[in-house]
């Protein structure tokens, strides 16, 4: 495992590595995401994020069926 920092040292993604793949986990969002390579699974972390952080907006929001999943 190992874990990358911005130059201020707040910000850090964990990254592993296991049967072939590299996986990329924030933190602080608890966002993760993987890839074949360390860079594909950082630009897809990115993404991941992005898609995140988005607003969901207001026309697809109402069209969401209730959660069954029995964690949420």
Do not use: C
């Not at 874990?3 to 793949?21: C, K, P, Q």
């Amino acid at each position: 495992m190992s874990e990358a920092h911005t130059s201020d040292g707040e910000d850090h993604v964990i990254l592993t590595y296991e049967d072939g793949i590299y996986v990329a986990e924030d933190p602080e969002t608890g966002v993760a995401s993987q890839g074949s390579t360390r860079p594909e699974a950082l630009t897809n972390l990115a993404e991941a994020i992005e898609l995140h952080l988005s607003p969901i907006p207001d026309d697809v929001e109402d069209d969401l069926e209730p959660s069954s999943a029995p964690w949420l």
